[in-house]
């Protein structure tokens, strides 16, 4: 069973920058690991996501440019790098791990972290 614990969430200005970390119980090597999102009376959308090797990453458009997702298996965590961070990036923030190649598909991952909060606002 695989744990996971995001933290570096919190109140930031429109504008500003945050960076969210995904650490995990054990070896993240044989996972992708993805990071959604969940506004307020929203569905939870896919934000980015990193395969298990690291080659191969991908972003929603919404994020593009911004937001930067990298990991470090030698601590079994992966970050999400936000910046020019805007209101509507106010969201809770999760990572969730499924094995080996990235899925934009909520229900494709195995393991969940609990959350962290997001807020941008002025």
């Known amino acids: 069973q695989l744990q996971l614990v995001e933290s570096g969430g919190g109140l930031v200005q429109p504008g500003g920058s945050l960076r969210l970390s995904c650490a995990a119980s054990g070896s993240l090597n044989s996972y992708a690991i993805g990071w959604f999102r969940q506004a307020p009376g929203k569905e939870r959308e896919g934000v980015s996501c990193?395969?298990?090797?690291?080659?191969?990453?991908n972003y929603a458009d919404s994020v593009k440019g911004r937001f930067t997702i990298s990991r470090d298996n030698a601590k079994n965590t992966v970050y999400l790098q936000m910046n020019s961070l805007k209101p509507e990036d106010t969201a809770i923030y999760y990572c969730?791990?499924?094995?080996?190649?990235?899925?934009?598909?909520?229900?494709?991952?195995?393991?969940w972290g609990q959350g962290t909060q997001v807020t941008v606002s002025s």
């Open positions: 969730a791990a499924r094995v080996r190649y990235c899925s934009g598909y909520v229900s494709q991952y195995t393991y």
């Open positions: 990193v395969s298990s090797s690291g080659g191969s990453t």
